[in-house]
Each structure stands twice: as C-alpha cells, then as structure tokens.
C-alpha cells in the first residue's frame, strides 16, 4: 500500500514515516500542502494522511481541492485541534477516518489497517457486481473443453495479482476477452480499462498514443495531451498486437515497465503511473525473441505469465455451447426467439472456423439476421458470404496452371482477402483480425492486388 504523509512538522514526518515503512507500507512524505496536493493528484496513492492545520492550505481545504479532482485514496486527517468538531467537519468533506494528536504507533497503524481491509472488500465487492453484470460469458467465455478450462483457471489464479500477463493464440480466439475478465476480477476492475492495438496506429504517432505529448513537440500538436497510460492509471492497459510493436518503442516500453514512470513526447519531466500491462499477440513472440525482431528482454518482462488460448478446431466441446450462448444473446437484441436445431449445433461442431470464435459469432449473428426461421438450420449458413466469396474467388482462378509458385500464392491471397472483407462488410480491421495478420500488412497486400 503506498501512503502519502502531509504534514509540516519535520519530525512528526519523519516518525511517521519509519513507523509506516517498519508495518510495511511505501510512505512518501510533503511538508508543502501545495506540493503534497499536486502530488496526490498526480500519483497514485492507496491512504492519504494529512495534517488539519498548516500554512497556505489547511487540511479541510486540501480534502476539497484533493475530491474535486477526483482523487480516489482514502483521506485521514490528523490534528491537535478541534477535537469532535473538527472530526466532524473532515468526515463531511469525504475523510474516511480522523487520528486526535498526539497518538500512539499502534492507534495509527490501527487505523491505516482498517482502512486497507475496508479498501480490499470494496475491490472484491466490485469485482464480483462487474462479474454478475458482464462476467466471462459476456461475449463467449465458454469453458467445455479441458484447455479452456485450464487457461481460465490460470485467468482466476493471475487476477488479484499485478503481474504482467501475455495472452497468445490466433485471431479470433479471445484474447481481449481474457484480459477483460482478468481487469473485471481484479482489485482494479472499478478502474479504466484501456485497449490498443498496436497494428493499427502508425508507427510515428504510437508513441504518443501510449505516452502523451506536450504541445509543440511534433507538428499538429496545438495542446497537451494525455497517453494511454495516463488514462489506465489504476487500471488495466492491453497492448493487443504487442508483436508488431516497433523495436525503438519495444525499449521506452520496457523502461515504463520497470520504472513505473512514463514521459509525454517532448516533456523533460517523468510522471508515475500504477497500471497493470496485459500483451495480446497471435505471434510466436519467443521465436521473435530469439530472432531479434522482438526485445528479449521485453519478452520476459511481459511474459511473467503466459495463457496459451487454443484455436477453436482444437475444443470442438466448446462450440455447440459458444453458439447457444451467441443465439441467446441475439434472442435479447433482435426481439425475437433465436435458437439451434441439434442437427445444426452438430453442423456447427464439425467445421473448422479458422476465424475461431470472432467467426462463430459472426455467422450465428448472419444467419439469424437473414433467415426468417425461429430455429436455425444449417442451409442458413450457407448465406455466408465469406463461403460465396471464397467460392467466387476460387472459380475466379483460370483452370490452366499457373505461370509459376508465386502467381499461385498471389491468387489465394487475394481470394482470402476478398472473402474475409465480404464476410466482415469491407470492415479492414476485422478483416485483418480474421485473416491473422496486421492491418498495415492488409493495407499493403489491398493496395498490391489492387482490391477493391
């Protein structure tokens, strides 16, 4: 737990800091209420102690000031003076408790435990009304098969911890979805939740995305502007795509990592955030690692904990029940009963959904939006247009062979990209996520066939 002390007696300081250090608490100490005010503000704190009566800004005034800035620490105020009163007046203003001076070692740790125990229940508290609101079943946690179930026993065990997770597996499995259940079951789960992926945000403005920027440090920057890491300070930041991460960045990210600091393009001053770092990649980062197109030292830092999430081909056991959760979630948002025959559920069940779960989805969702039936049967998905495309694409290719190896790679991939922009309306960036591949390289390979 990180307390901030802010007090102008120099010795109370100091006292109170080795008493809070000896119990085991990371104390910080202000003898400026201004400067204690912008640092609380600025840093993350979990218990604030503060003195009632000191110059320029009494402690009533910093508990305002330090509420509307939506300061979110528990606030103790400590004073000499006032007795009841003045109590009183530091609980009407959001203090969560009051220590008369002078008082004894075990009165204030006393106090700073009750404070932390009452801080724990309420994350567990919101995290299990989130868990009851969304939980795991929110967009298609099913666990049938015994690998999804060990991967989500391992989500359970990881949650409560700070620890950096990388979430791996191919488009489509999930990966989002695991680290949101990991953010939602975690003591931060009443804090943001921030998702980037870094495939889709050009190289020369994915610094400033994650970081900041201060004004004038490139041009277009007319203000300041906060990163990501600013805005998932409390919280839970997923870098999905962290595989296509550039090298030079790869070495300020691990330095973020390590210091718990972050600096804006063009700042000289660092500023200290308190986020846990969730990676997403459908790439062999250990094979990137030891290749020297990923950071190994980064790997490491990011793989403390690795969930392997299995294609949905290899837990066939999890797709009739993932299909009856997606047509009785779509039974809600149309307004009307959508439901699945035993013949299509075993249908469903015997094709390969290389898109895996983002796929299944998409073609329960299809069907059910195009067929007039209560019950799906399994000619409705043949309406997909990812199989008409395919099909298309493939009566496209001359009969004759082709002229060399790279003529025939050329053509599947521009049918695959066809299909996969039909099967998701012309959405690029699904398309890539279904295709497996970033969306700078879709970009480039549409540009290449001249896709239209």
């Known amino acids: 737990m990180r307390v901030l002390v802010i007090d ?118 919101a995290g299990l009304r989130a ?13 049938e098969s015994i690998a999804m179930k060990e991967a989500l026993a391992v989500v359970a065990r990881v949650a409560e911890h700070a620890t950096t997770v990388l979430v791996t597996g191919d488009s489509g499995t999930g990966k989002e979805v695991v680290a949101r259940a990991i953010h939602r079951a ?36 007319t203000a300041d502007k906060a990163g990501l890491f600013e805005e998932a300070d409390g919280g839970t930041l997923l870098l999905d795509e962290i595989g296509e991460m550039p090298v030079p960045l790869q070495a300020k990210l691990l330095r973020v990592l390590q210091e718990s600091e972050i600096r804006r393009v063009g700042d ?47 837990r066939r056991e999890d797709i009739s029940p993932l299909a009856r959760h997606f047509a009785g979630r779509l039974t809600r948002r149309l307004g009307r009963p959508v439901t699945l025959t035993p013949e299509t559920l075993a249908w469903l069940a015997a094709q390969e959904w290389r898109g895996n779960v983002r796929e299944l989805e998409n073609a329960v969702e299809r069907a059910a939006v195009l067929s007039e039936r209560e019950q799906l049967r399994p000619e409705d998905f043949d309406m997909a247009p990812i199989r008409a495309a395919a099909a298309a694409g493939g ?32 959405n690029r960036r699904e398309a890539a996520k279904l295709l497996g591949v970033s969306l700078r390289t879709l970009f480039y390979k549409i540009g290449r066939y001249h896709i239209e």
């Open 268 to 314: 000289q001053r660092s500023k200290r955030v308190d986020v846990r770092v969730i990676a997403a990649t459908a790439r062999d980062l250990a094979a990137d690692a030891q290749a020297g197109r990923f950071r190994e030292d980064l790997y490491y830092r990011l793989a403390v904990v690795t969930i392997r999430l299995p294609p949905l081909r290899q």
């Open 186 to 221: 975690s003591p931060r789960a009443t804090r943001a939740f921030v998702a980037i992926n870094c495939a889709a945000i050009p190289e020369s403005l994915l610094e400033s995305e994650l970081f900041g920027h201060v004004r004038g440090s490139f041009t277009g920057a």
């Open 8 to 125: 102008d007696e120099p010795g109370l300081r100091q006292s109170l800091g080795l008493l809070l250090a000896d119990a085991g608490f990371d104390v910080v100490a202000e003898g400026d209420p201004r400067r204690g005010i912008q640092r609380a503000l600025a840093e993350p704190f979990d218990l604030i102690l503060c003195d009632v009566r000191m110059p320029d800004l009494d402690g009533i005034a910093f508990l305002r000031q330090y509420r509307e800035g939506d300061g979110a620490a528990l606030v103790i105020m400590m004073s000499a003076y006032g007795g009841e009163d003045a109590a009183l007046a530091a609980m009407k203003e959001g203090a969560y408790d009051y220590i008369p001076k002078p008082f004894r070692p075990d009165e204030v740790i006393l106090t700073l435990r009750k404070a932390t125990e009452r801080e724990g229940l309420r994350h567990t508290v």
């Open 131 to 143: 868990q009851l609101d969304g939980g795991p079943m929110e967009r298609g946690m099913v666990a």
């Open 395 to 426: 009566s496209a290719i001359p009969s004759a062979a082709p002229s060399s190896l790279n003529d025939a790679v050329e053509r599947a991939e521009r049918a695959a990209i066809q299909a996969a922009l039909a099967a998701t309306a012309g």
